[in-house]
């Protein structure tokens, strides 16, 4: 079935650097542009980075520009997200997410939290 299965949280210390991974499966993966959303605590999911199927195009929430990569492995079927220079207002649960048509697959999350 269709899956997304997302690694890589965890605490980090302000001004470091962490890299989310999304392992995808059960759909042609090379296909479909894929992103990435965060929840912060007590608010509603926001998006954070988009890339195209062939990575030609990227596009960030303007919070994160500049500090945040999204990256995918077509033959690994991954996408990823690399951030720098956290900021305590980075921590919340992050969402790899693909739409797949009608269908909005949603990966179960990790957390980061962003403290000293």
């Known amino acids: 079935q269709v899956q997304l299965v997302e690694s890589g949280g965890g605490l980090v210390q302000p001004g470091g650097s962490l890299r989310l991974s999304c392992a995808a499966s059960?759909?042609?993966?090379?296909?479909?542009?894929m992103s990435w959303y965060r929840q912060a605590p007590g608010k509603e999911r926001e998006f954070v980075a988009r890339?195209?199927?062939?990575?030609?195009?990227?596009n960030y929430a303007d919070s994160v520009k500049g500090r945040f990569t999204i990256s995918r492995d077509n033959g690994k079927s991954a996408v990823y997200l690399q951030f720098n220079s956290l900021k305590s207002e980075d921590t919340g649960v992050f969402y790899c997410?693909?739409?797949?048509?009608?269908?909005?697959?949603w990966g179960q999350g990790t957390q980061v939290t962003v403290s000293s």
């Open positions: 059960g759909f042609t993966f090379s296909h479909y542009a």
């Open positions: 890339i195209t199927s062939n990575s030609g195009f990227t």
């Open positions: 997410n693909a739409r797949l048509g009608g269908l909005d697959v």
